[in-house]
């Protein structure tokens, strides 16, 4: 009705303006004057006009990732009409977001990044079962993120941000000078690429003190299984697991074939830097680790990353992986869950998150998209990945994680003639 009423005004005022002897040029002239207003008086409304949503984010303002977050809710302000208030947290986030939740204070759009935060704050969550149906997100998401959202939250109450992994980073350039040309997935593979990185003068394993459990536990799971690998850390009786014992023995023979950098282990984090030296290949950590190399080193290295070796004919799960992620969740009582939900799919699959993905070289949330080239497999391990390799599960047992650690280091430092010996000493520290 006011396009209607809109335009027979302007019809009169032409008529007018032409009846009254006026240029050619005035009447073109108010004929488009009046044309623009009745297209601002006529718009149709962005969808989400007048929403409001508050988003706690565990991003630090002024970093690459909290400047492309701000930049893709910008566009998806303009977009949809929607206003979005992010409010950087950081790490702080942990300590206050219960109480604030707790409190009712204002938080639509809320991160959680660890199991720990994830339970303490799961009864706020919304289910988003229907949303994620809806949208298809599982077909653009890992599985095994999805799966441990559900084991940690009780149902799909979030969607993944921040996918990352503790694995085998390597120099692609150590590889190719020791003229390593496929990724070796057995451990005859892999020891077969290591000694052609030994023959080329390049140590295989960097090792700081830091990650000695985890390198630890990612072998013993190989060998016998994340489950009982926690058994043995509570209660004891290495000595008896014939597992125990060749992953050990495997270890030991490794340190006497110079498979690791000289020194290691290293007081962190003087051993992974020497993949800057050009004097190791690999190193198993986080996903930060090449930033801390190449930001330590003040050098530019081509990463790529690769699965710990399986071994071949093992009925140990190959899919049990370090892999985890941090969680967008959805406030269940946000006064606008269509729009949230709508907001988090812009910002975390397709263009959105390939656009984050390549300004902050991260693996992407979406698994159609393409990861940063340091980040070359990642997409391929945390898709193959089936079940959440506990990273420390040789030091499941608390009590006696220092005692525990200081056998492995043992181990690595060539103190133990035979796999069995440094069983037998981990078992002498139950007695």
Known sequence: MKKLIALLLALVLVLGLVACGAKEETVEEVTEEVAEEVAEETAEPLPYEGTELVYWSSLYAGTPQADMLLELTEEFMAQTGCVIDIQFKGNERRQIMPTALESGEKIDIF?????????????????????????????????????????????????????????????????????????????????????????????????????????????????????????????????????????????IDWVNKGYFAEGAPDVFPASQNKIGLGLAAMVWCGSWVGNEVESAMGVDIEWGCMSYPVIEGSTIDVGVNSAYSGYIHLHKDCENPDAAYEYLMYIKTGEGDQRYTDAVKLPPCDVNNVPPADFEGSVEYLSNATVCLNANCAIANADMKAALTDVMLKIFGNEYATGLEAMQAMDALYE
């Open 111 to 251: 991160d959680s990044a660890s199991y720990y935060e994830s339970k303490t704050i799961t009864d706020y969550m919304l289910d988003l079962t229907s949303y994620i149906e809806e949208s298809d997100y599982l077909a653009k998401t890992y599985p095994i993120m999805m799966n441990d959202l559900v084991a940690q939250c009780g149902g799909l109450v979030g969607v993944v941000t921040a996918p990352s992994m503790n694995t085998v980073w390597y120099d692609k350039a150590a590889f190719e000078a020791a003229g390593i040309t496929e990724v070796p997935v057995t451990m005859e593979e892999f020891e077969a690429a290591c000694d052609k990185l030994v023959a080329a003068g390049i140590a295989p394993w960097a090792l700081d003190d830091t990650y000695v459990g985890n390198f630890f536990s990612q072998q013993m799971q190989r060998y016998c299984g994340q489950d009982a690998v926690a058994e043995l850390s509570m209660n004891g009786g290495w000595s008896e697991s014939e597992g125990a014992v060749a992953a050990a023995q495997q270890l």
